[in-house]
């Protein structure tokens, strides 16, 4: 049973930076077509996870914000009347802080989002430049603005340790984040992933990335400034005021059950792992020719599956249950987790536990990537 239901929307009006959506870019959309589409995938996503109330929805992929208010509504009614709703849903829309997208914001309220998700990534022009956006920090600013008047909840992101970025820097940058009074933030660091054009631009000597230590001395100011606001960090990299943090997210760390529809939208059902056609005419085509765009369903054995929940939950600022845990997948916490390295990392002071429940510290947290492997049972690693 789905908790959550997350809607991809594929296109792009403009060349993405950050994804491989250039194909998806239209001059010209059959809004009709492709609602009939997602409703079909909607219904038989609802017939195999229904039976409980949605909790939360989430509007993403391309650019969400630039989908039809009409659809939108349109979409969640049909949610709505398979699912039905929690007393409190959150409906999160994600969007680029342009004025075209900012234009619809009103509407998209009006069509039952309350909560929006804005990439704004940094209060600074010459940082937008180097990140490849195509706002500036005036746009950006404006478009928050146009979404703290129209929408319930407002989020937005901030990417720091970029090349050469100074304490101070960042400091000024996330204090005047701070002032702008949302009640929820995702501050990330930059990495450099394989196959982005960060990556090229390493490898063409273009910039060099900071150091680690220059990186964790950016994480201490960023926790200390946001516990100071008011706003601590719920997962490594996200804060929220308390009460909230976003719904939709802790869905995924804390390994509960979501649909996802729409081309390339992955979910997890039961034990298995779902994948739609990613490309939006094969995704179409599955939809006529099957009823749904699926293209996988893939059974994740119960070794995966407890390997996924530790990799999320631990993230966590909660922590997680190790017993309940346990029990859920049919092991032993040992089973799980290296009881030895857990030790060993408590006495470093990067973990706590109280009884079965284990997290990771604050200390700990910019250690996380290093730290996951060491902890995971032999037995998961690579599950």
């Not at 949610?79 to 680029?96: C, D, R, V």
């Not at 492997?373 to 998961?380: I, K, S």
């Amino acid at each position: 049973m789905a908790r959550a239901l997350y809607i991809h929307w594929p296109f792009c009006l403009k060349k993405c930076p950050y994804c491989d959506f250039n194909s998806h870019v239209r001059d010209e959309i059959d809004h009709a077509t492709w609602e009939a589409a997602l409703l079909a995938d909607l219904r038989h996503e609802a017939e195999l996870a229904g039976g409980e109330a949605l909790h939360s929805i989430f509007f993403g992929g391309g650019t969400p914000s630039l989908m039809p208010p009409k659809l939108v509504n349109t979409l969640l009614q049909e949610a709505e009347k398979l699912w039905g709703f929690s007393p409190n849903i959150e409906i999160t829309l994600e969007a680029n802080p342009s004025s075209v997208e900012a234009a619809k914001f009103a509407d998209l309220a009006a069509a039952g989002v309350n909560r929006v998700s804005l990439g704004l990534q940094s209060l600074d022009n010459d940082a937008l430049t180097f990140l490849g956006r195509l706002h500036n920090a005036e746009e950006g600013l404006k478009a928050l603005e146009t979404a703290q008047r129209a929408f319930e909840r407002v989020s937005f992101d901030l990417i720091y340790a970029l090349p050469d970025q100074s304490p101070d820097h960042w400091r000024d940058q996330l204090t005047r984040a701070l002032g702008f009074g949302t009640d929820h933030l995702s501050l990330y660091q930059l990495t450099i992933e394989p196959g982005t054009r960060f990556e090229s631009m390493v490898r063409r000597e273009e910039f060099v990335p900071l150091d680690d230590d220059k990186a964790a001395g950016l994480f201490a100011i960023t926790r200390e400034l946001t516990e100071q606001a008011g706003m601590p960090a719920y997962e490594i990299s996200n804060h929220a005021r308390p009460g909230h943090e976003s719904a939709h997210n802790l869905t995924y760390w804390r390994y509960q059950d979501y649909a996802g529809i729409g081309p390339g939208a992955h979910g997890r059902r039961g034990g298995m792992a779902t994948t739609r056609h990613k490309k939006p005419e094969n995704w179409l085509a599955a939809v006529e020719r099957n009823g749904h765009g699926s293209q996988e369903e893939r059974v994740l054995g119960v070794e995966e599956q407890a390997s996924e929940a530790l990799l999320m939950g631990l993230r966590l600022a909660e922590g997680m249950d190790l017993a309940a845990l346990a029990g859920r997948f049919g092991m032993e916490s040992s089973q799980l987790l290296d009881p030895g390295e857990i030790t060993r990392h408590q006495d470093l002071g990067f973990l706590w536990r109280t009884d079965e429940r284990l997290g990771v510290t604050p200390a700990g947290m910019p250690l996380l990537d290093a730290l996951l492997p060491r902890l995971v049972t032999d037995g998961l690693v690579g599950a």
